[in-house]
């Protein structure tokens, strides 16, 4: 049953509401489809531009919707089919004659808005994409590099194992091209393949008479140190030469990758008038990475530069606006020219006898296909490695609250115990134990109540001032770039007692672990629990997803699959049998373009 268009979500004293707004726009602020920010955007556009159509501002205030949710684009043939949070039947203007407006719009003759078919972009985000798709098939239409054959032969056959024909198959395809898109699920060699590529790429070079320049980066400080561990750890298993050629390469963020400028939040040092000066740039966790950063990114590339994106495009995309790996994948599926190169088998143990690895990756494959009922039999089948916990089974959620407040009770009694400075990375490794993760910030499921739970159970189990803003055994977040400390946004952190009783914060940033007065410090929260958003990039031995009431927009096959492959050993869903459907049954939606445009170009 619907309702008619005065039976709204919102009246005129809710603070989303924005009171002045005409038409079109108060209507649909009302049935809480657009919010007052988007609003005041498309009213002050449509007053420097003079254009005042009700539906031409409409479609500008979900342009701007549309990019505030992480999509670049809006379809405006597909809009009014969209799940809405309101009941009420709203006005949606008709094709084509929307298109039409818009297409004639003053603001699209002028380039603030762009038009293509039935998509709709700010200009920005238009001019980014179609600067994304030039770039990568300009890289696939240069002359491939040199590659020595006989050399390249001996590498491989030197540093790949049998049973890693996939792996093997993606160096050699790497070798040869100037760039590789390297995709597959937890355990399927990917960072391996990273350091064996790097290596033998290295090996052409110096064959070729140059010392090889390498660069290693990642979306956020996490994703840059895994990385880098991962590359050392896997360069320990390497021969002599090889160990040489990627042993002690350092890994930084995007960001410092393409050099700060105190000037721009959105410009880099290295652009095309000044590219970056490597020879090979690995980007690890793609998925992370925005359209945005993504046109900063390969503008800064020479030509001559390989290029190799590592990421899960099943994983959640970008805070900010795109999908890009995710596009990578589908614009490039039916081109013969693709860079593209999937890993499917999977190598690595999580556990001794390796039962951790087959049942965690069971679960992973069957929430990337869909298959609930897979989950649900592989959830119910409970074993040492995946465990259900219903919300409403009292006695199962207290025991999953004490087994979460013992673990960061154990932080907890080893920061009251600090007592050497030098010896940073111990306390921070065991914050990677245990990770709590919500898909809220704030409600019942949200991280804000669980955070208030363990704290209080620390508290009283530890003796510990919880009322007091520094006190040891606080594990904290970094939720702002600090580039004067070194720190970044996800970076996290444990307060610690030093033997004068001082307290210190120990904070993993990027490759380093560093010790602050806490005074120093801004932009820091608790974190006993953290939004999945927040932990991609890093693994924890065991992890417990707490999932929101089916209802939840944030609620999606995206999420669930990134929470569950944060784990290593073992993993603890929280949730209704609804909300484990809804979740594999509900996909991320994000308009964009780049996908299409990327097949179409020839």
């Not at 084509?96 to 709709?120: D, F, K, Y």
């Not at 590498?155 to 790497?174: C, D, H, I, S």
């Not at 007692?497 to 929260?525: C, M, N, Y």
């Amino acid at each position: 049953m619907t309702t008619g268009p005065d039976e709204l979500l919102l009246d005129d004293h809710d603070r989303r509401v924005a009171r002045r707004a005409p038409g079109l726009l108060a209507t649909f602020n009302r049935a809480s489809v657009i919010e007052a920010s988007d609003v005041h955007v498309a009213t002050r556009l449509g007053a420097l531009g003079e254009e005042a159509d009700p539906a031409v501002l409409l479609a500008v205030a979900l342009a701007v919707r549309a990019a505030r949710s992480g999509a670049v684009c809006v379809d405006l043939a597909a809009i009014a089919e969209q799940p809405v949070e309101t009941t009420a039947e709203l006005p949606w203007p008709t094709q084509p004659g929307w298109g039409a407006a818009v297409a004639a719009s003053a603001l699209t003759v002028r380039g603030v808005l762009r038009l293509e078919g039935s998509l709709l972009y700010l200009d920005r985000h238009h001019r980014e994409e179609r600067q994304v798709c030039d770039d990568l098939i300009t890289r696939l239409r240069q002359r491939p590099p040199e590659v020595d054959p006989v050399v390249r032969d001996a590498g491989v056959a030197r540093l790949f194992k049998p049973g890693w024909e996939q792996q093997r198959a993606a160096a050699v395809t790497a070798v040869g091209q100037w760039t590789t898109v390297l995709t597959g699920g937890p355990g399927t060699g990917k960072t391996a393949s990273v350091a064996r590529m790097v290596a033998l790429v290295a090996e052409q070079l110096e064959h070729g008479g140059r010392a090889p320049r390498i660069a290693l980066a990642a979306p956020t400080g996490k994703a840059s140190a895994r990385l880098q561990e991962s590359v050392a750890r896997e360069a320990e298993a390497l021969e002599p030469q090889d160990r040489a050629r990627v042993d002690g390469l350092r890994s930084s963020t995007l960001h410092r990758l393409l050099g700060w400028r105190p000037d721009s939040g959105t410009r880099f040092r290295h652009h095309r008038g000044n590219p970056l000066p490597y020879d090979v740039v690995v980007v690890d966790e793609v998925s992370m990475v925005s359209l945005s950063q993504m046109a900063r990114l390969l503008e800064a590339l020479r030509p001559t530069t390989r290029l190799v994106l590592v990421g899960d495009p099943d994983q959640l995309a970008s805070v900010e606006a795109g999908a890009v790996l995710a596009d990578l994948v589908a614009g490039f599926s039916d081109r013969a020219d693709s860079p593209v190169v999937r890993l499917t088998e999977r190598h690595r143990t999580r556990a001794a006898d390796g039962t951790a690895a087959v049942e965690l990756d069971e679960l992973a494959d069957a929430l990337r296909d869909g298959n609930a009922d897979l989950v649900l039999d592989l959830l119910r089948g409970g074993s040492a490695v995946t465990r259900w916990v219903e919300p409403n089974d009292a006695e199962a959620l207290a025991g999953v609250r004490a087994e979460v407040a013992e673990a960061a009770i154990a932080v907890t009694r080893n920061a009251l115990a600090f007592n050497d400075p030098d010896d940073r990375t111990a306390i921070t490794r065991q914050l990677d134990e245990h990770r709590l993760l919500c898909a809220h910030r704030e409600g019942p499921f949200g991280v804000g109540s669980w955070n208030r739970q363990v704290e209080q159970l620390v508290g009283d189990r530890t003796g510990v001032s919880i009322y007091d803003e520094w006190y040891a055994g606080r594990q904290v977040l970094v939720t702002s770039n600090d580039r004067g400390l070194g720190i970044s946004n996800g970076d996290i952190g444990v307060v610690v007692r030093l033997p004068d009783r001082r307290h210190r914060v120990v904070i993993r940033t990027g490759t380093e672990t560093k010790l602050f007065a806490p005074t120093r410090l801004s932009g820091i929260e608790t974190v006993y629990a953290m939004t999945v958003h927040k932990s991609q990039g890093s693994e924890a031995r065991a992890v417990t997803v707490v999932l929101p009431d089916n209802d939840s927009a944030l609620l999606t096959r995206e999420l669930f699959y990134t929470a569950v492959t944060r784990a290593r050993e073992r993993v603890t869903i929280v949730g209704s049998e609804s909300a484990v459907r809804g979740a594999i049954a509900h996909r991320v939606q994000r308009a964009s373009g780049l996908a299409g445009r990327i097949a179409g170009s020839s």
